[in-house]
């Protein structure tokens, strides 16, 4: 036979035998399963702060500079953002190396 589980009801105190949900008040008790709704209801919330999440002003700059008609603006821009990308490259590098001789 399978093991027998006592949950007692935090809403309403009544003791359960064998159920998720308590069958006085419906409320639910099984805590592991509350444990992962509440993980499910974070991550979608997560998700939908990162779909609502704008980009900063700097990026957005740069992605309508690179695709302007006009080429006074677009040639400095291509130069900014390609200087740009070589010193992150650099940065990013360095960090590498040094993470690689401290541990």
């Keep these: 036979m399978g093991k027998v589980a ?4 935090s809403n309403c105190g009544t003791v359960n035998v064998n159920s998720d949900y308590c069958e006085n008040c419906g409320e639910l008790i ?3 399963l509350k444990r992962q709704l509440a993980r499910e209801a974070n991550d979608i919330k997560k998700q939908e ?3 609502a ?3 900063n002003a700097v990026t957005v700059f740069f ?3 690179l695709k302007h ?4 603006i677009k040639i400095p821009a291509v130069i900014f953002y390609s200087i740009w990308v070589v010193v992150m490259s650099i940065g990013a590098f360095i960090a590498f190396l040094f993470s690689y001789i401290v541990a």
């Design 69 to 72: 008609p006009n080429l006074l």
């Design 53 to 55: 999440e704008k980009p």
């Design 30 to 32: 099984n805590i592991k």
């Design 6 to 9: 006592y949950r007692k009801c």
């Design 63 to 65: 992605k309508k500079a």
């Design 49 to 51: 702060d990162k779909a």
